[in-house]
């Protein structure tokens, strides 16, 4: 009697839209791993999946709403943030995730995420940091780092970049993390942690870029920024935000920097409405919230 061939079920794979694969990311870049991770924080998060939703906006890491068999929306170019604040505030009881890249969520969508955090808006955004434009062409972005290579600076960047970490817990972000793509598992915790947090929550995911970034670099492939990471890594949690600048020829400084608790938007909101209306607002929040 011929043996079964035995197929492991992929636990990934009922997040996915199969149907849609494969990808169009290319060989050796990190969004396809990220997206791994979320997925595997999802099941061990226990979130209520019919209150799931996925936004984001444009660039590689954009195309992630559009794989995820999740209530999911592709918006345009920087505006992923307003979207997902226009879902929160009409659909409170919604965990409203914004997925996308450091190009799309720091360059046109900045002043977004600035306020956002400021507000203290009950969202998960996570960015894929691949040091570039990588959709467009490898023009330089707010994160290329000094003396890179990029389309836009072929004599090297000259502009600092941004230190993601500092300017969500400047805002007023309530957790903030960075982790790599060689941190698999410290990834998927932080995403874990991330959604079961009340307020406003961000996670850089510093990832290769090895068509347009590493090529232009001379810093090899995939599996070359895989090693590169494991290298120069330095876990440090709870480092000062202000210590953790991302430099190319220094540590990447990876961990859990920020997890406080602070009012939200919304409960704000509520808290100073009863303050002032009373009975009346009671009555009024009784039949928004059903």
Same mark, same amino acid.
């Given at each position: #009697? ?27 870049? &990190? ?6 991770? =979320? ?22 890491? &954009?195309?992630?709403?559009?794989? $995820? ?19 929160? $505030? ?18 046109? &969508? ?24 990588? #959709? ?25 970049? =941004?230190? $993601? ?7 007023? @972000? ?13 990834? @998927?915790?932080? #995403? ?6 009340? &307020?406003?929550? =961000? ?24 090693? =590169? ?35 939200? $938007?919304?409960?704000? #909101? ?21």
């Amino acid at each position: #009697m011929a043996e079964l061939e035995v197929i492991p079920e992929n636990p990934v794979e009922q997040f996915l839209r199969m149907e849609r694969i494969p990808h169009i990311w290319c060989a050796g870049c &990190g969004i396809g791993t990220s997206v791994n991770c =979320f997925a595997r924080a999802l099941i061990e998060s226990k979130v209520d999946l019919d209150k799931v939703a996925i936004v984001s906006g444009i660039g590689c890491t &954009g195309r992630v709403a559009g794989y $995820l068999k999740l209530d999911s929306f592709h918006t345009t170019h920087g505006r992923a943030i307003p979207f997902a604040t226009g879902l929160k $505030l009409a659909n409170p009881k919604l965990k409203v995730i914004v997925y996308s890249g450091d190009g799309d969520l720091f360059a046109i &969508g900045g002043n977004h995420f600035i306020h956002a955090a400021r507000r203290n808006l009950d969202l998960v955004i996570i960015c894929v940091n691949n040091l570039i434009y990588a #959709m467009t062409g490898g023009q330089v972005a707010p994160t290329t780092p000094i003396s890179a290579l990029s389309s836009t600076t072929p004599y090297g960047c000259y502009e600092p970049p =941004f230190n $993601l970490p500092q300017l969500a817990e400047a805002a007023g @972000a309530t957790y903030v993390a960075r982790w790599t793509t060689f941190h698999v598992r410290q990834l @998927a915790r932080s #995403m874990k942690e991330a959604l079961n947090k009340e &307020g406003f929550s =961000f996670i850089e995911i510093i990832s290769p870029c090895p068509t347009l970034y590493q090529r232009r670099n001379r810093m090899g492939d995939g599996l070359d920024a895989m090693k =590169f990471y494991k290298q120069r890594s330095k876990i440090r949690n709870g480092a000062p935000t202000s210590e953790v600048a991302f430099d190319i020829n220094s540590d990447i400084i990876v961990g859990k920097f920020v997890d406080r608790t602070r009012p939200t $938007l919304l409960g704000t #909101m509520h808290h100073q409405l009863r303050e002032r209306l009373g009975e009346k607002y009671a009555c009024v929040e009784e039949v928004a919230c059903h």
